[in-house]
């Protein structure tokens, strides 16, 4: 499925475009964003290779990777990164993973809890998926709130998932199907 573009009240998810680096760069780039995820801040060649994998990821066929622009529906400017990963090692199975981050100056806004409502849509909805599920830092309290009130359940921890900033760190993961959206 390309293009895709869904639009909620305070953001919309769209396809990348290569003049989208220096929005992303003040997500991925900033310390205070990065410190839940599960990578350290990146530079400006950094995020613009990374943009360059996503587009091309973005037609191939099957489409499994939806790494889409989060934008500002007021001002049309990129404030995030949402992203909805199609399980390939089990085709048939129907499963995704949800990810996304925002500009550290629209925290507090709901346009978090907007932007994993329009990944769910996505998921559910256009690609007919069966279950939607994400990994927390264990520390993001935010985030836990966040999927809880989209009626995500917590499933359980997956100890030493990731190495981050020279330590191994934990993942929480919480998870929807379908009948529950």
């Known amino acids: 499925m390309y293009p895709i573009s869904i639009t909620g009240t305070g953001v919309a998810l769209r396809e990348f475009v290569r003049d989208d680096t220096d929005g992303i760069l003040a997500v991925y780039g900033d310390p205070v964003v990065t410190k839940h995820l599960s990578f350290e801040p990146r530079s400006r060649d950094q995020v613009a290779a990374t943009l360059d994998n996503v587009i091309e990821a973005a037609t191939k066929q099957p489409r499994t990777e939806y790494s889409l622009a989060v934008v500002s529906v007021e001002s049309g400017e990129v404030i995030g990164f949402g992203r909805l990963a199609v399980d390939a090692q089990h085709p048939g199975q129907s499963s995704g993973q949800l990810g996304f981050a925002l500009r550290a100056d629209r925290w507090g806004r709901g ?32 985030s836990a709130k966040l999927m809880t ?4 359940v917590e499933e359980g921890r997956i100890r030493g998932h990731i190495r981050v900033r020279g330590a191994w760190r934990d993942s929480v993961v919480h998870s929807i199907l379908q009948d529950e959206w």
Do not use: C, I
Request: proline share 3%; hydrophobic share 45%.
């Open 149 to 152: 009130r989209l009626g995500m």
């Open 111 to 142: 346009l978090g809890t907007e932007t994993v409502r329009l990944l769910l849509r996505l998921g559910f909805q256009e690609l007919g998926l069966y279950r939607l599920w994400g990994a927390r830092s264990p520390d993001n309290a935010v």
